[in-house]
């Protein structure tokens, strides 16, 4: 297949394969056979967050437990994973909280880091366990780490419009080169931002669109999902028009780079838009319109979500317009009380009668 014909998917597919074929070389021999027996049920990329974790792991042993203090990482054999008791696993636990990487860098982890990590670890002893190539697993002696539940922050409706009417006239008191750099994006970035919010599409659902993926006729997206599957999101007069104004002036005025061609969203180098940008462009215009919300393009789905459940009241809908493969995850974050309710508490008992 040529370069130029693969789909952004594909190349990323690519890429991270080679990718995590580099970082397993960082680990010791045996842990291939871990990574090849999850490749059916795990993504790429889950791999590579996962080969990471594990090289802490035995990055910790070796500077922190005296029977590895001589080790180098391809010294550890299978055998050594039972060696261990669940006071080391703990001690694990307890230094991933705040460490000091390869890079010297200092790293710290939030509960939703340390819970990954040590997921990471269980699902590693437990293929060697469940394959009987150890005969004890620590790490079920060790409890997980707690996740509390943080307030799901999204935008307000007023604050959409607010955010969309500023992308929209926010340079119109701009002058000179900041204009024209303005000018240059204002039509792209509206676009994206209106089609994360009329569709509640990930990030990385978005910047893989190529142009052949939009539909007008049945004003349709053809995205695809986590784990490969595609899957048609529909949208309304408002992404069309601002997909539309998009396409048909900034996008036809611009002659993209080789193998960009197909790309719908481009970087001002002409190049397919990458996630990093659109999480930067999206961080930018937030924090004019809402400074004390942290928003991401994930808190744009959220919002997108939150919306399409009080309109229908369909958590079934909403599950799979947002590609969620278990509606639990739906329900976690959109079925729980609403806030209007919950803000009808603040006047409902009185301390003292007036």
């Not at 780490?145 to 119109?172: F, M, N, Q, S, W």
């Not at 799979?320 to 329900?331: E, F, I, P, S």
């Not at 009380?337 to 301390?351: P, S, T, W």
Request: charged share 30%; glycine share 6%.
């Amino acid at each position: 297949m040529d370069a130029e014909r693969k789909t952004y998917h594909e190349q990323l597919y690519i890429d991270n394969t080679l990718r995590l074929r580099e970082i397993l070389k960082t680990l010791p021999p045996f842990a291939k056979d871990y990574f090849r027996a999850i490749e059916p049920k795990t993504s790429a990329k889950t791999r590579i967050s996962y080969a990471y974790d594990i090289r802490v792991f035995f990055h910790f042993l070796i500077e922190n437990n005296p029977l590895y203090r001589h080790y180098t990482i391809d010294l550890f054999t299978v055998q050594d994973l039972e060696r261990l008791e669940p006071v080391d696993i703990e001690e694990y636990q307890e230094y991933l909280k705040v460490y000091t990487n390869s890079e010297e860098k200092q790293i710290t982890n939030t509960e939703k880091g340390l819970f990954r990590k040590m997921s990471a670890l269980r699902s590693f002893y437990g293929y060697y366990y469940k394959h009987q190539m150890i005969s004890k697993n620590p790490t079920l002696f060790v409890d997980m780490p707690k996740i509390h539940d943080k307030a799901i922050i999204r935008l307000d409706t007023d604050e959409v419009a607010t955010l969309l009417d500023y992308v929209e006239h926010g340079g119109d008191t701009l002058t000179g080169q900041r204009k024209v750099y303005y000018e240059k994006n204002k039509n792209r970035d509206l676009a994206i931002l209106t089609l994360l919010l009329g569709t509640g599409i990930r990030v990385s659902e978005c910047v893989g669109l190529d142009i052949q993926d939009v539909d007008f006729k049945n004003n349709g997206v053809k995205v695809t999902r986590k784990g490969g599957n595609e899957m048609v999101v529909y949208f309304g007069e408002e992404v069309e028009n601002a997909l539309k104004t998009y396409i048909y002036t900034t996008r036809k005025a611009v002659t993209p780079l080789p193998g960009h061609e197909n790309a719908l969203f481009l970087s001002t180098q002409r190049k397919r838009i990458g996630v990093q940008a659109v999480e930067n462009m999206v961080k930018k215009y937030a924090r004019e319109i809402t400074p004390n919300k942290k928003i991401t393009p994930h808190k744009l789905r959220s919002t997108y979500g939150t919306a399409l459940y009080k309109e229908t009241g369909d958590i079934y809908l909403v599950a799979d317009v947002l590609g969620h493969k278990d509606v639990n995850t739906t329900k976690k974050h959109y079925a729980a009380i609403d806030e209007n309710r919950r803000r009808q508490a603040a006047g409902a008992v009185k301390l003292r009668e007036p």
